[in-house]
């Protein structure tokens, strides 16, 4: 059993990385190659040439290859895993027709031709109208027939990124279940795509069934490494291609969450509160739970759409002095930044933020905010305060996904590259007033993928045993009780009234100033 190896492709949105893991959960050898996020032609795109994605995975690969020839030999299977949201174009030929547009693009399409009246008068009823015509507004597909028609007219599959990589390793145009999250025609609940030809989703979403792909389960195989993509890879041609899962089905699997008691909190660029469940519901109106990578359960969620990038942005506008301290020690600036985190005591002396710096379809006139301003605060009060603000609304989305599936969460996991810090994991605990556990590797998606190859394999039985054999927990942070208290006050007093109050405000910001322009 031990002698057996996955290879895990991990593609996000700012790097790819190539992973061997044993079927202990050990990972034994890695290549990470970074990427530019994206290119822009202008403000408020956001492109990315799918290729570059794949010529970056070959190079990560040849380069574990390289370094550790003998593991590369115990290779039994590779699994995908990649960003979500983002669709590539492919002609009939399995040739890309123009760059991908990126779940961070914010270019919306004009969907002049009205929807269709019964469609208007059922959305009408139940409140949903203005949240269907966004959704449609910011179809990918929708943008690209409007404006780009000759493009889309010479688009034979279209595929998400995952499916994409799976078609350069295998040459089918296959993809998982467990990856198809996106403005997709995609039966959510039945793990399909749409059966009727008469469903709004269709019409909606702008993407016609003959440009679709096959659809399998999770942990199935796929197909086989070509001779072409073994030339390109260095992998053994005929190698087993396992269906994977989305980039935060596999942190949630590969944190051990695959029950409802515990919840998954990803500190990644876009932050996300999510559990594993036996039964379908909607966390939010028409937001529907994504399929999970095992089979018969699903995925719901909460996201905080510019999450972590926050701290980026928080990096580049206000904290020079760190970022020239850090480049001096070696060290980076997030990491000088999370020491001096403990500096300020638990809700920043009153700083609460709100962290809707990107409108969600839900709440498309949201802004974010900072209340609470004194002479005493700094930046560094600043910067907890965004920490402390997207666990806010992070445990805001808890909350509703508790009371959609009627069960108290326990335990939380953390991944991403905040859960890195044990300040921001101890801030986390203290906020939720539960314990966080922190396995013991950062690569948590790849190691989720890995799960899948050997259940997929047959290595482990099932989700359970191999789970129970691969995760294994490093860290455990205990909520501080009277930390906990000032939150739960600053939480149901402060935070849960912000929206509330100011959302008129906002609605009037954007009559004035036109921004965003939803």
């Known amino acids: 059993m031990g ?40 403000p ?39 960003l979500r949201a983002t669709e590539v174009l492919l002609d009939k030929n399995g040739e890309v027709i123009r760059p991908s547009i990126l779940w961070l693009d914010q270019r919306k399409a004009k ?118 993509a073994a030339e390109e890879t260095g992998l053994k041609e005929g190698l087993p291609v396992v269906a994977g899962g989305s980039d935060k089905g596999c942190e949630t699997l590969g944190n051990g969450c695959i029950e409802p008691s515990s919840a998954s909190l990803s500190f990644g660029t876009t932050a996300t509160v999510q559990i ?14 994504y399929p999970a990578v095992i089979p018969g359960n699903y995925n719901p969620e909460i996201e905080i759409f510019r999450g972590y990038w926050m701290i980026s942005w928080f990096k580049k506008e206000f904290a020079e002095k760190e970022v020239k301290e ?35 379809v839900k709440t498309p006139d949201a802004k974010g905010s900072i209340i609470g301003f004194g002479d005493v605060h700094t930046r560094i009060h600043v910067y907890r305060a965004i920490i402390e603000g997207i666990n806010y609304a992070l445990m805001d989305g808890l909350e509703k996904i508790e009371k959609k599936s009627k069960t108290k969460v326990q335990k939380i996991m953390v991944a991403g590259g905040g859960s890195r810090s044990d300040a921001i994991c101890q801030i986390t605990a203290d906020m939720f007033n539960k ?18 190859g050997f259940v997929g394999i047959g290595t482990y039985k099932d989700y359970k045993e191999a789970i129970k054999n691969m995760v294994h927990y490093k860290s455990i942070f205990k909520p501080n009780p009277e930390n906990s208290r000032v939150y739960r006050k600053l939480y149901k007093d402060v935070y849960k009234k912000i929206y509330p109050s100011l959302k008129k405000i906002y609605k009037d910001i954007k009559r004035i100033t036109n921004y965003p322009e939803i």
Not at 58 to 79: D, F, G
Not at 276 to 289: G, W
Not at 435 to 452: C, F, K, M, Q, W
């Open 111 to 228: 969907c002049k031709e009205p929807l269709r009246f019964s469609d208007k008068i059922i959305f009408t009823i139940i409140s949903m109208r203005r949240t269907i015509e966004i959704i449609r507004k910011h179809s990918t597909a929708n943008w690209i027939k409007e404006n780009e028609p000759q493009f889309w007219d010479k688009t034979y599959k279209y595929m998400l990124i995952s499916g994409f990589f799976n078609y350069k390793l295998t040459g089918k145009f296959v993809d998982s279940i467990a990856s198809q999250i996106g403005f997709l025609p995609f039966d959510y609940k039945n793990k399909r795509w749409e059966k009727s030809n008469n469903s709004w989703k269709w019409y909606v979403f702008g993407v016609e069934r003959d440009k679709l792909y096959d659809l399998v389960e999770a942990g199935s195989i796929i197909g086989k490494v070509t001779k072409k």
């Open 326 to 360: 850090a480049e001096k020690k070696h060290i980076s600036a997030e990491k000088l930044l999370n020491q001096r985190l403990n500096e300020i005591p638990p809700g920043s002396l009153g700083l609460v933020l709100q962290p809707y710096w990107g409108p969600h």
């Open 276 to 289: 594993t469940s036996p039964v379908y519901f909607e966390p939010l109106r028409f937001m529907p739970s």
């Open 435 to 452: 314990p966080v556990y922190r396995i013991n590797t950062h690569e948590v998606s790849g190691l989720g993928a890995a799960i899948i």
């Open 44 to 82: 408020g795109w956001a492109e990315q040439d799918p290729e570059m994605y794949w010529q970056k995975a070959c190079q990560a690969m040849r380069t574990v290859k390289e370094s550790n020839p003998e593991e590369w030999k115990k290779i039994a299977a590779i699994v995908v895993t990649t």
């Open 3 to 42: 002698e057996k190896r996955i290879l895990s492709i991990d593609c996000g949105t700012q790097s790819v990385r190539a992973m061997i893991f044993d079927s202990e959960g050990n990972l034994i050898a890695k290549d990470k190659r970074e990427i530019q996020p994206y290119f822009s032609k202008k």
